[in-house]
């Protein structure tokens, strides 16, 4: 019903960049809030950081200054500016979209992408 697909992920060194986007499409009737989440190897999937339809963010505090979560509403796109990348930041970063499908899907479901790998060297 609802495809969630993110790209932009690779490899960087310390201190580097990169752009995430994450690509909602499907059987869509509202987006509401989006976000990032990363698991790194052994470690459980963590919140990285959230935006509402109104444009409202939440960043988790390891990330805080240095990443920039943002939408484009029309397209149901979102995207990831993370900047002053660490060797820590290394994992999967998810997508997870909260969406209706319907006007009588009064409260929504989440759909998740299939990750993306960041890769940040020292």
């Known amino acids: 019903q609802v495809q969630v697909a993110e790209s932009g992920g690779g490899s960087v060194q310390s201190g580097g960049s990169l752009r995430l986007s994450c690509a909602s499409s499907?059987?869509?009737?509202?987006?509401?809030?989006m976000g990032w989440y990363r698991q790194a190897p052994g470690k459980q999937r963590e919140l990285v950081a959230t935006i509402t339809n109104g444009g409202r963010t939440t960043y988790s505090d390891s990330v805080k200054g240095r990443f920039v979560i943002s939408r484009d509403t029309a397209s149901n796109t979102a995207f990831l500016q993370m900047n002053s990348l660490k060797p820590e930041d290394t994992a999967v970063y998810y997508c997870?979209?909260?969406?209706?499908?319907?006007?009588?899907?009064?409260?929504?479901?989440?759909?998740w992408g299939l990750g993306s790998q960041v890769t940040v060297s020292a």
């Open positions: 997870k979209v909260q969406a209706r499908v319907g006007p009588l899907d009064y409260h929504g479901s989440d759909y």
């Open positions: 499907g059987a869509i009737y509202r987006v509401n809030d």
